[in-house]
């Protein structure tokens, strides 16, 4: 009578495992595609530096030279990545769904060129807007269906498949928030598309790096106990803040030239250190201790 039993409990047990195990490996080989992407972005820039002797005055800009195509699928598949990666908690979920989705926005929008000349060698001269807006407008779409999706899954008692912490107070804040930016956005630029196209690449890409900040910050705050993590989360924090401030002001003195590219790789590079070390600080150091929050996290 006791062997079936134990069999059955074994098995039960070695599927448990397997499982476990296969999560964890799905989320660091979605970490590592991350980045891989900022990597594959930076290759194409840096070519395009040697190239030409010089770097352009922000990475957006590179949106309008060789580049262009590297730099929009980097931006789309990071937002696709950072949507799909489910948070440590609610709020920090739908923080990442929300800057997914901007990154969409960054990718399709492109910054102002300013008023320097065009050069044909380096740069596309001519981007109609109609193929711009078209771009936003199917991003929009796709973005309204997600947040019914959102609002609906819970509804339909599916809110655990496609919502986890559906009954978190500050999830669901963050997704009314989420929410009232959408339909600004969306009214934007229904009613002023021209500068929805000419302001809409800043804006968003100013809310996505706050929003990763915000995940950095939130993963410090639902450490516990675990306080050197929680001390080495802040310490990353405090860096990439006070270099972002020395560059800032350093360029508004005139001080440092191309000061917003230097300014947007301290947030991209400060984002992937920490988006590289939680993984290894928080789960592959204590495998054991991780399981039961990373089956919950990532059910």
């Known amino acids: 009578m006791r062997g079936p039993e134990g069999v059955c409990e074994m098995t039960t047990d070695s599927t448990a495992a397997g499982a476990r195990q296969l999560l964890r490996r799905t989320d660091l080989y979605l970490r590592l595609g991350m980045v891989l992407l900022v990597l594959l972005l930076a290759a194409a820039i840096t070519l395009e530096w040697f190239r030409y002797g010089s770097l352009l005055d922000s990475v957006s800009a590179y949106y309008y030279t060789p580049a262009h195509a590297v730099f929009i699928a980097c931006l789309c598949s990071l937002g696709a990545c950072l949507i799909i990666y489910p948070g440590r908690t609610g709020f920090e979920d739908v ?26 060698r380096r740069a596309f001269c001519d981007i109609p807007s109609s193929t711009i807006a078209a771009n936003v407008a199917a991003v929009l779409i796709i973005g309204g269906v997600g947040l019914l999706v959102a609002y609906l899954a819970p509804i339909l008692r599916a809110g655990h498949g496609a919502l986890p912490h559906a009954g978190d107070r500050h999830a669901r804040i963050a997704l009314h928030v989420l929410a009232v930016g959408y339909v600004v956005l969306v009214a934007g630029f229904l009613a002023e598309r021209a500068t929805f196209l000419r302001t809409g690449h800043g804006l968003s890409a100013l809310v996505l790096f706050a929003g990763l900040i915000i995940v950095v910050v939130n993963s410090g705050l639902h450490l516990g106990h675990q306080g050197g993590r929680r001390v080495w989360y802040w310490a990353i924090l405090a860096v990439v803040m006070l270099a972002m401030a020395i560059v800032w002001i350093a360029g ?44 919950r996290v990532l059910t």
Do not use: Y
């Open 95 to 120: 923080t990442l769904n929300a800057a997914g989705f901007l990154a969409f926005l960054v990718a399709f929008v492109p910054t102002s060129r300013g008023e320097a000349e065009c050069d044909p």
């Open 252 to 295: 508004k003195r005139g001080a440092m030239e191309h000061w917003i590219f230097v300014e947007e790789s301290v947030v991209i590079l400060g984002f992937t250190f920490f988006w590289i070390t939680q993984r290894v600080a928080e789960v592959w150091a204590e495998p054991e201790a991780d399981a039961e929050p990373t089956d």
